[in-house]
């Protein structure tokens, strides 16, 4: 499962981000996921959770998962435009084809709340 290994790898990423952080424990990680990313975010949660006991840090975290559109610039007009399934990936202004995907495949961790100790 592609989703074990991105969960995996977030895991990783704030294990080592926070590792200097003094009896840091992590609350919430908030990732950003593009439409065409190919990650489903349902099956990422699940992945999170079931592998999340390997990070110590994470053992009481809830990932936080934001989708982001995808946009497209058209190969005919130039056009900027929502990629939408309905309009059969095209152009949502002339009907051209896709001639670069401009955002949607982002993969990114924006942010990770910590439990505050007073
Ligand atoms: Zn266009």
Known sequence: MHE?????????????????????VVASVHVRIGEFSNVDPESLRFAFDSLKSSCAICREATLVVESAPAFAVCSEGGHRYRILPE???????????????????ELDITGLELFAFS
């Open 4 to 24: 074990a290994a991105v969960a995996n790898a977030i895991l990783e990423h704030v294990e080592r981000r926070l590792a200097d952080a003094d009896e840091a």
């Open 87 to 105: 309009h059969a990936y095209r152009c949502t202004e002339c009907g051209g084809g896709i001639s670069k995907l401009v955002a949607g495949d």
